[in-house]
C-alpha cells in the first residue's frame, strides 16, 4: 500500500513538472514571444545629419558574376578579387584585365612589387602579370585569414580563427606573431567574436589593427609591440556600435581613418586620435529595404591620392565611389 501511494506521489510530480515544460515551451516558440525589451533597435541611429556628410557618391562598377570577397587600390588601379579570379580596373578608362588565381581567395594586398591573395588558411604571391610565384605552407586548421597588410619586407596576415597577426617575410617565412597583448592595463588580446578582423599599414608606415569586440583600433610596432590605441563604444555616429565593428579600415593621405561597419552600414572618417572628422556614407544609401537589425556585411574600402574612396557593396556586388564634396 506504502508502495502504491509513493508511485502515485511520484506520478503526480512527473505531472506537473512535464506540464510546467510544455507550458514554458508553447509560450517561448518565436510566434507567441512578446518583445525583446532589450533587443538592440538600431533603426533610430539611421539618419545622419546633412552637414556631417563630406562625400558624394558619384559613380559604380558593376562586378558581374565575379562574386567579390576584396578590393585593394594600387598606383591608379582597382584590384578586386573573386573566389579564383581578380579584376584589375584601370581608373584612366582602360580595359579591365581579369586574371586567373587560386580559388577560395578572401582577401588581397598590393605594392610595388607583388600582389597577395590570402585565402582560409594560406597565402599565395603573384607578379604584376599574374605570373602565380609562389604558394606559402598553409597555417593550421583554425586559421581564417581575413586581411593582409604589407610594409617594405614584412607581410602581415590576420589569422581570426586563432585571434592573432602572423608576420611573414615576403618569401613565405615565419618571423612572428602577435595577439595584442601587452604587459599594462590597456593590451587587452584581440577580441574576435567573428570573421570581422582587419588591419592597415597607414602612408606613415605605421601599422593599425582593428580589435573589433573592443570597438578599436591598435597602434603597434613592425614586431607587434602594442603602441596606443583608440576606441569608441558608442551608440551615436561618433561612435561604433554592435559586434565586431569597424570591420573595415582603410586610411587616407593625411592618416585619418576610413571606417566601414557591418549591421547598421555606414562610412565614417575618423582623425588620428579617433575623433570623428566626417561620414562618407550614411546607412540610408545602404538600405535595400533592410531592416537595420538585419546582419548585412560592412563595405571593404579602400582610397586613391586623392582621397577618393572605393566601397566595394557585397550586397550589390558593385564598387561604389565616393569623392569629396567641393566646398566654397
Not at 98 to 119: K, S
Request: glycine content about 8%; charged content about 25%; aromatic content about 8%.
Amino acid at each position: 500500500m506504502k508502495k502504491r501511494g509513493l508511485t502515485i506521489v511520484i506520478l503526480v510530480i512527473l505531472t506537473v513538472i512535464i506540464g510546467v515544460i510544455v507550458v514554458d515551451f508553447l509560450s517561448n516558440r518565436p510566434d507567441r514571444r512578446g518583445d525583446n525589451p532589450y533587443a538592440l533597435e538600431v533603426d533610430q541611429y539611421k539618419e545622419v545629419d546633412p552637414e556631417l556628410i563630406s562625400y558624394k557618391e558619384t559613380r559604380k562598377f558593376d562586378l558581374g558574376l565575379l562574386i567579390a570577397t576584396d578590393i585593394t587600390y594600387f598606383d591608379h588601379k582597382l584590384y578586386v578579387s573573386g573566389n579564383s579570379s581578380m579584376v584589375v580596373l584601370p581608373l584612366d578608362g582602360s580595359p579591365a584585365d581579369m586574371l586567373e588565381i587560386i580559388p577560395g581567395a578572401t582577401c588581397l594586398e598590393v605594392d610595388d612589387r607583388n600582389i597577395f591573395i590570402g585565402t582560409r588558411n594560406h597565402v599565395a604571391k603573384y607578379d604584376h602579370s599574374g605570373e602565380l610565384l609562389q604558394e606559402w605552407t598553409a597555417l593550421d586548421e583554425r586559421t581564417v585569414i581575413t586581411n593582409l597588410a604589407v610594409k617594405e619586407d614584412h607581410v602581415y596576415v590576420a589569422d581570426a580563427g586563432n585571434r592573432r597577426i602572423v608576420i611573414f617575410n615576403r618569401e613565405g617565412e615565419i618571423t612572428g606573431e602577435f595577439e595584442g597583448k601587452a604587459e599594462t592595463e590597456a593590451g587587452h588580446g584581440f577580441i574576435i567574436p567573428s570573421a570581422n578582423f582587419d588591419l592597415v599599414v597607414n602612408g606613415y608606415g605605421e601599422l593599425w589593427v582593428v580589435n573589433p569586440a573592443k570597438h578599436a583600433l591598435e597602434n603597434y610596432s613592425d614586431d607587434g609591440r602594442l603602441r596606443g590605441y583608440w576606441q569608441n563604444s558608442s551608440m551615436e555616429i561618433d561612435g561604433f556600435l554592435g559586434c565586431c565593428n569597424p570591420a573595415r579600415i582603410t586610411t587616407l593621405a593625411d592618416g585619418s581613418f576610413v571606417t566601414s561597419e557591418k549591421g547598421l552600414v555606414r562610412i565614417k572618417i575618423h582623425d588620428q586620435s579617433g575623433k570623428l572628422v566626417s561620414v562618407v556614407a550614411p546607412p540610408a544609401l545602404f538600405d535595400n529595404g533592410r531592416s537595420a537589425n538585419d546582419e548585412t556585411k560592412a563595405p571593404a574600402v579602400c582610397a586613391d591620392e586623392k582621397d577618393v574612396i572605393y566601397a566595394l557593396d557585397f550586397e550589390t556586388d558593385m564598387i561604389r565611389v565616393f569623392e569629396p564634396i567641393e566646398t566654397e
